[in-house]
């Protein structure tokens, strides 16, 4: 059974008491070994921390021009409870949890914090089973994967208008300024004024689209102008 589970994270780990411990609850490893210290608990602490560096370092090489505030919104929403998650019941993780029986009769196996938990200390488990190597290529191949969902869902406009409220007495408008393309396929274009000045265009399938598009350019560009 675990089998499956390796071959969804792409790692074989040779010591599998390692692997049955990040699967094992607190609520487990009290019932069955009378000892909390062999739950996933501590596995996940040290996981929590390689997945932050493996996200960071490939943000860090992926996007060279983005600044670090834009770098860490992105991958604070990368690692977020929710795309772990998501990630957890992709893979069915939920079946592989080893559970007491309060916290299986309370719906544990489809938990949100335990599964984002377990999938951080299956992450340290590999590290301290095969190394860096073995943990970087879980998070790349299962993490990592999501970014480009996140990219598309990254509030612009809301990162923006933080930026520009730093000094007072900034106006902001976004601009309409073309559309092509027939009814059922359209592509709008927008641009961004500061103060009057445009800092911004871009191109999208609806206007909203448009105007993310033009708050990223934006972003850019005053990033670069300090």
């Known amino acids: 059974m675990l089998t499956k589970l ?51 370092e490939y943000l860090y090489h992926t996007f060279p021009t983005k600044q670090e505030g834009e ?34 009769q309370g719906g544990g196996r489809n938990r949100a914090s335990i599964l984002c938990d377990v999938i951080e200390a299956l992450i340290a488990a590999a590290f301290i089973d095969g190394g860096t190597v073995a943990a970087q290529g879980i998070v790349t191949r299962l993490v990592i994967p999501n970014l480009t969902k ?22 902001l408008t976004y601009e309409l300024i073309g559309e092509q393309g027939p009814d059922h396929c359209k592509q709008f274009s927008v641009r961004v004024l500061l103060n009057g000045a445009e800092v911004g265009r871009g191109v999208g399938t609806s206007k909203k689209r448009a105007e993310q598009a033009a708050a990223e350019q934006a972003i850019q560009k005053l990033s670069k102008s300090g």
């Open 150 to 171: 996140v990219l598309n869902t990254h509030d612009f406009k809301t990162e923006l208008q933080e930026i520009v409220q730093r000094k007072r007495d900034q106006a």
């Open 6 to 56: 390796e071959q969804a994270l792409g790692y074989v780990y040779q010591d599998k008491t390692l692997l049955r411990t990040a699967l094992s609850h607190t609520s487990y490893a009290n019932e069955v070994h009378k000892d909390a210290l062999r739950s996933y608990e501590r596995l996940e602490f040290l996981g929590d921390a390689i997945l932050g560096f493996a996200t960071a």
């Open 71 to 104: 770098l860490t919104k992105i991958r604070a929403e990368l690692v977020c409870e929710k795309n772990l998650a998501e990630i957890a019941h992709q893979i069915h993780l939920g079946d592989y949890l080893l559970l007491g029986n309060g916290e299986e």
